[in-house]
């Protein structure tokens, strides 16, 4: 009896040794899943897609082993290409989505400063400004949190709660010092003509940094097309020599070193070479 008890509080130690570390590590993955689906939401957010971010996070997630799966069947090369290609697609899709709308969004913040500054004159409130620039603006996006922010309002919900989670899936610098200088504001229960105040002095450091954008942008649009231009020389020189002498390429196509390392890593590298010379070459205001 004591050899069968000794045994059964061996396991028991064993068993609660073995559990501890497992219930710690399902902790730790719960909480990297949870901090995973909340990036995904925040960027779906900013793209303005109203999906579901698990949904998103699970096809990221198959997507590429799928591809990956399809492509062995031809060549661990091919499965390569189409597992990384379905990991970075459809993140790279997303991140150029949200670089377009917000660019968009930004060439509209110097309207939006505009009419809210027309709106705060005269002792008119908040929520008429926020109408008065919800007429004016043209852009949806700005349209769409213009009306977020009053129907929230007009549901009392505090105003600098709603103007905190627009300026929260705000990218953009000039934009997103118009939502920050008004959520401190109504935060503040500032008087209109101080907010007017403010916001006078803030259309001063909008107008600077408008200028500087458009005057560098007008400097680096050379530099892109030269980028360009050396990006389409490597693939016509390919091309012209397969049309002309293919003899000279034989190394690439019949032998598995050309096949399946030297192509393949000429392709990468002239892809990245693109996109990290368009990456220097640009500039954000």
Known sequence: MDFVGAACLSAAILSLGLAVPGSATRQQSHHWIARLVAHHQQRLAEARISGNPRTYLAISVIGPAVLFGIGWLQSPVLAAFAGAGGLLLPRFYLAWLVHAQACRSEAEAPRLLQALL??????????????????????????????????????????????????????????????????????????????????????????????????????????????????????????????????????????????????????????AGIALSLRIARFEA
């Open 118 to 271: 027309a709106g705060l004159t005269g002792g008119s409130t908040y929520l008429d400004a926020l109408r008065q620039a919800r007429l004016t603006c043209s852009d949806p996006l700005i349209q769409e949190d213009l009306d977020f922010v009053v129907q929230r309002f007009l549901l009392d919900a505090p105003l600098h709660e709603s103007l905190r989670e627009v300026r929260a899936r705000t990218t953009t610098r000039n934009l997103g010092l118009i939502w920050e200088t008004l959520t401190i504001c109504a935060e503040n229960h500032l008087p209109t003509q101080a907010a007017r105040s403010l916001f006078f002095e803030l259309s001063t450091t909008i107008q600077f940094n408008v200028q500087l954008a458009n005057e560098v942008r007008a400097r680096s649009s050379g530099q892109q097309a030269q980028i360009w231009m050396l990006a389409v020389i490597v693939p016509g020189m390919y091309l012209y020599l397969r049309l002309t002498s293919p003899q000279l390429l034989s190394v690439l196509d019949e032998t598995m070193l050309g096949r399946f390392v030297l192509l393949p890593l000429a392709a990468v590298l002239q892809v």
